[in-house]
């Protein structure tokens, strides 16, 4: 147990961290398992971790992003099984489906091979979306328990030499223990 003097923060074992200032104590739980809850949460269901953050903001882009590939999802699988119909019905003989004049039995048989990678990569993208939810949520839990003060800083800078009237860029890293 280890107490500072001033506006410094006080450490009270290892999961408490309370913080001084001159109007109030705040008390800050350190939460191990808060990434991993969130991801939990997120996998349950879509944008659940998000709220669990308090990203509410977020919620709406899940969903957008995920209904977006639901969306073109369906539609190239319900283009994809006409195409196929009709072109089943052309090898059966039949001359009645609703591409007559405009496509050709090898032009039906390549609109099926692009609808159905299509749908595919449709897929593809839906499972994309709901796993950058998860890794969103758990990211974002991770770096809610993140210090950021200004007692540690990291800035970088551009300074023009005088003598060579040549640029340099560096970084300055400041550490306040006040």
Do not use: C
């Not at 408490?16 to 996998?43: G, N, Q």
């Amino acid at each position: 147990m280890t107490a500072q003097t001033d506006d410094a923060p006080t450490v009270i074992d290892d999961d408490l961290i309370v913080v001084k200032d001159s109007t109030s104590i705040k008390k800050m739980e350190l939460d191990p398992l808060r990434p991993s809850r969130a991801a939990f949460y997120s996998a349950i269901l879509p944008g659940l971790g998000q709220a669990y953050n308090k990203k509410y903001w977020k919620i709406p882009v899940v969903y957008a992003a995920i209904g977006t590939g639901i969306y073109f999802y369906t539609t190239n699988n319900r283009d994809y099984k006409k195409v196929r119909n009709a072109y089943k019905r052309r090898l059966a003989g039949f001359q009645d489906d609703e591409y007559q004049g405009r496509f050709t039995d090898n032009g039906l048989l390549e609109a099926q091979n692009t609808l159905r990678r299509n749908k595919e990569l449709a897929l593809l993208v839906t499972i994309g979306m709901y796993a950058l939810n998860i890794i969103d949520a758990n990211v974002d839990a991770h770096l809610m328990q993140f210090n950021v003060n200004d007692d540690l800083s990291l800035k970088p800078h551009y300074k023009i030499e005088e003598f060579d009237n040549v640029g340099r860029f560096g970084l300055t890293l400041s550490l306040n223990l006040n």
